[in-house]
């Protein structure tokens, strides 16, 4: 199963933008019923960092959030293309400037 952009959960956000919330999140329990199914057997965290909480979502999600300082790694592309999107307001100038 792919997680990220997953196109059941596509489906179920496209319910939420129309306001039609009732089958959102009957669509979205049917995201959830397979990622709970596929996770008996597949490995879903895309993080390749050597890590003791590898996959371990509850635990890897509260560190993050304990420390502030940065997000889980599977977070990561995704906020990257937002950035993205922004940056191109500069023309990417941003980028020479980080340290
Ligand atoms: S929250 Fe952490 S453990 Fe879960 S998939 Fe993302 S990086 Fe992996």
Redesign the pocket.
Known sequence: MIIDENPIEKEAMEYFHRGERAEGLKIQDEFVNALREAIKTQD????KKPCK?????LE??AIHRAHQEHL???FQPMVNKKIEILSELTEHTMVKNLK
Not at 53 to 57: D, E, P
């Open positions: 879903h965290c895309s993080c909480y590898h996959g371990k979502c890897c999600v889980p790694n599977c």
